[in-house]
């Protein structure tokens, strides 16, 4: 075949449109998607990262302040008004802002914010006097353990270890001074402490001179071999208690810490079960507890 002889070939080439890519459309509704989804998570950040008084703000700003709940006139959205009453078309009248306002209301339960600031003070008391309990509790605790250890490293104190008691009552932290049997801590029918009584006076002094606590003292005796009370107990006790008094304010004690000294004879025994043992005897110092926080006045 000569060159002239070849033949000839047509090529045809089809446009196919709306096929490939589709278009693009796809990438405008995910764009649209994306940015839905980013600013979705930009308000929940910001939900999360302002505080209550912003979101308050923000909410009056959008409040809508003027708008009447009446139902005067024919209560739709074209309902008239007559002259001087709060109709669908009073624009912002001081009576409707004064009932509508965000800052006279309060969305929650829809007391007044007077009312909601009185719970918060309320719960700001007791928030506070629960840490002041706390800490009291501390302090007491921290109190108890320095009078153990004086009694350990003082060795004039050693051997009257079994003659104070320290616990803590709803009064507040007791420290309580006992006979024993054969170690008491007043002659017989003295009201004055002896040796061994004014060493252990004078450390709890120490300890006490620590704390600002007020400070009760009482005087206890024990019954009559019988379990009758003697007449005289009661002064006995007393005068126990006032010379105890004494000791303290000598060691170092404030006076103005002193918030009362009493004699209760034998009607507070130590041991009720048997009034007659010599632990009855004591005298009892308590560290009393500070008042709770009371919350604010919130009467008119």
């Known amino acids: 075949m000569s060159v002239g ?43 999360n990262t302002t505080s209550p008084e912003q979101k308050r703000g923000i909410a009056d700003y959008f409040a809508p302040a003027s708008v009447s709940e009446t139902t ?12 001087s009453d709060d109709g ?9 802002i004064q009932e509508l306002a965000p800052d006279s209301k309060n969305p929650n339960d829809g007391q007044s914010r ?17 840490k002041q309990q706390q800490q009291e ?9 320095s009078i153990r250890q004086a009694l350990q490293d003082m060795p004039e104190l050693a051997d009257l270890s079994k003659n ?9 932290l007791r420290i309580q001074l006992v006979d024993q049997e054969g170690r008491s801590m007043f002659d017989t029918g003295s009201t004055k402490p002896n040796a061994r009584a004014v060493l252990l006076l004078r450390a709890v002094a120490k300890v006490i001179n620590q704390l600002p606590n007020r400070i009760s003292l009482y005087g206890h005796t024990s019954a009559n071999p019988d379990g009758s009370r003697a007449p005289g107990d009661w002064t006995l006790s ?12 000598a060691a170092g004690v ?43 006045d919130t009467g008119l």
């Open 137 to 145: 509790q501390a302090a007491f605790a921290s109190a108890a353990e």
């Open 114 to 130: 007077d009312g909601a600031k009185s719970a918060n003070g309320q719960q700001t008391a007791s928030d506070a006097g629960k």
């Open 5 to 47: 002889d070849q033949p000839i070939l047509i090529k045809k080439v089809k446009k196919v449109s709306g096929g490939g890519h589709h278009g693009g459309a796809w990438k405008v509704a995910y764009a649209d998607f994306v940015t839905a989804m980013m600013a979705f998570f930009l308000l929940m950040w910001l939900i």
């Open 254 to 296: 404030d006076p103005d810490r002193i918030y009362q000294v009493s004699g209760k004879a034998s009607s507070d025994p130590l041991y009720p079960d048997d009034p007659t043992l010599p632990g009855n005897r004591r005298i009892t110092i308590v560290l009393m507890r500070e008042a709770p926080v009371l919350p604010p």
């Open 238 to 249: 007393a005068g126990r208690a006032e010379e105890s008094r004494k000791v303290l304010q």
């Open 88 to 96: 669908s078309k009073s624009a912002g009248t001081s009576s409707v």
């Open 72 to 83: 005067s006139g024919s209560g739709g959205i074209l309902g008239g008004t007559a002259l």
């Open 164 to 172: 104070i008691i320290v616990d803590q009552t709803p009064e507040g």
